[in-house]
Nanobody, 123 residues
Framework: QVQLVESGGGLVQTGGSLRLSCAAS????????MGWFRQAPGKEREFVAA????????YYADSVLGRFTISRDNAKNTVYLQMNSLKLDDTAVYYC????????????????WGQGTQVTVSS
């Protein structure tokens, strides 16, 4: 089993940057592909970015492509989401998730989830 804990959320102005972190428990972190999702009030949880087990492959939602970067450090059991050029529409609770299969974009395909971290972008 994997436990995930997100951190790094907060309040930022439009155009600003934040880096989210997701720390995983256990010694099998590199067995899991990782993803970031987000959920805005009144909306469904949506895919943001995913990274393969080795970190060699990544995939992004069109809405964040070119602004967000997902990365991982398997030695530290941590996955990151660097968010630049933030927009009001990026306001949401951000969740990291783990799956055993690969780069996936659908929530039900992920086995483990963190508790989420709030990101608020203000004008």
């Amino acid at each position: 089993q994997v436990q995930l804990v997100e951190s790094g959320g907060g309040l930022v102005q439009t155009g600003g940057s934040l880096r989210l972190s997701c720390a995983a428990s256990g010694r099998t972190f590199d067995s899991y592909a990782m993803g970031w999702f987000r959920q805005a009030p009144g909306k469904e949880r949506e895919f943001v970015a995913a990274i393969s087990r080795s970190g060699g492959n990544t995939y992004y939602a069109d809405s964040v492509l070119g602004r967000f970067t997902i990365s991982r450090d398997n030695a530290k059991n941590t996955v990151y989401l660097q968010m630049n050029s933030l927009k009001l529409d990026d306001t949401a609770v951000y969740y990291c998730a783990a799956n055993k299969y690969g780069i996936l974009t659908i929530t039900r395909q992920y086995d483990y989830w963190g508790q989420g971290t709030q990101v608020t972008v203000s004008s």
